[in-house]
């Protein structure tokens, strides 16, 4: 199993970027995707999750300007982000549950190697 996270960089505030986590040796379709965010010296936050049917929640801090979305065609799920402030700086990451169909995060899953985001005052 494999995910691989891309699209981060850097970018001005105001700015957009889309983040890219494409998948492999999983039946996507039946994952749960979630987008994870940390800062040096913090947890890992649950920044927005794509359920296995397109449905997306998200952190407040971000509703409104994030936006998760998925192709299974493609096996990739994604995260558009606009309006970026430097508060959304950070390493992101992709997480897939390690039990199919779970929509319930646990301590095997599967994770990205992480895309770095800077936006710039």
């Known amino acids: 199993v494999q995910l691989q996270a891309s699209g981060g960089g850097l970018v001005q505030a105001g700015g957009s970027l889309t983040l890219s986590c494409a998948a492999s040796?999983?039946?996507?379709?039946?994952?749960?995707i979630g987008w994870f965010r940390q800062v040096p010296g913090k947890e890992r936050l649950l920044v927005a999750r794509i359920g296995r049917y397109g449905r997306a929640t998200y952190m407040d801090s971000v509703k409104g300007r994030f936006n998760a979305s998925r192709d299974d065609s493609k096996n990739t799920a994604y995260l558009q982000m606009n309006d970026l402030k430097p508060e959304d700086t950070a390493v992101y990451y992709c997480r897939t549950p390690f039990i199919p169909r779970s929509d319930i995060f646990g301590p095997n899953d599967y994770w990205g190697q992480g895309t770095q985001v800077t936006v710039s005052s």
């Open positions: 040796g999983i039946t996507f379709e039946f994952r749960s």
